[in-house]
């Protein structure tokens, strides 16, 4: 059974860093062909794509978003963290981690709960 | 990068057929095979509906198919039931950017 978990702080100030852990369960991101991906909602708003690791530890980001994201894993807890920086009231959202179907990386079939994530002074 | 256009809306009555659009260019929709849906229900995280233009996932009704045409892609859902009712939104690869999302589409059932 494939589980994935979002945590990570309800609050945050205008201009710190935000950390998302995503704690997943029943597949190994070491697998060839596994991806787990990050996705947002702001309030009423679309979902938004914004970062992306795969098996072989390759990267991807939001273009827009790339200079203040990192995406990174650790194998040995089974967990995937995205980092923020220099965040602002627009980045409220719901941040959402999820995982492809295998071998297709544009496919995200396991999705966390959603963890919301407010910016605010 | 702008986001896939998506019709704000659609509705229909139950057991009708509706088609939901996705445009977007020919650097996205229009170039690869990698358009998907995804159904979210409010306050409800997303759920994948179909994935590489037309492939279902195992559990997914077969009410659900996808397709696509030059620079858009479609989602229809056949014999419309009252648990269709939600927001549907399109991904798609992108070449100036990894992944795009639609705006989404409310479909309500009548």
């Known amino acids: 059974q494939v589980t994935l978990t979002e945590s990570g702080p309800a609050l945050v100030k205008p201009t710190q860093t935000l950390t998302l852990t995503c704690t997943f369960s029943g597949f190994s991101l070491s697998t060839s062909g596994m991806c787990v991906t990050w996705i947002r909602q702001a309030p009423g708003k679309a979902l938004e794509w914004l970062a992306r690791?795969?098996?072989?530890?390759?990267?991807y980001y939001h273009t827009s978003l790339k200079t203040r994201l990192k995406i990174s894993r650790a194998s040995s807890t089974n967990q995937v963290v995205l980092t923020m920086t220099d965040v602002d009231p627009v980045d409220t959202a719901t941040y959402y981690c999820?995982?492809?179907?295998?071998?297709?990386?544009?496919?995200?079939?396991?999705w966390g709960q959603g963890t919301l994530v407010t910016v605010s002074s | 990068q702008s986001a896939l256009t998506q019709t704000a809306s659609v509705s229909g009555s139950p057991g009708q057929s509706i088609t939901i659009s996705c445009t977007g260019t020919s650097s996205d929709v229009g170039r690869y095979d990698y358009v998907s849906w995804y159904q979210q229900h409010p306050n409800k995280a997303p759920k994948l509906m179909i994935y590489?233009?037309?492939k279902r996932p195992s559990g997914v009704s077969d009410r659900f198919s996808g397709s696509k045409s030059g620079n858009t892609a479609s989602l229809t859902i056949s014999g419309l039931q009252a648990e269709d009712e939600g927001d549907y939104y399109c991904?798609?690869?992108?070449?100036?950017?990894?992944?795009?999302f639609g705006g989404g589409t409310k479909v309500t059932v009548l």
């Open positions: 590489d233009v037309t």
């Open positions: 690791i795969d098996w072989d530890d390759a990267k």
């Open positions: 999820a995982r492809n179907v295998l071998g297709a990386k544009y496919s995200l079939i396991y």
């Open positions: 991904a798609s690869y992108a070449t100036s950017t990894p992944w795009l």
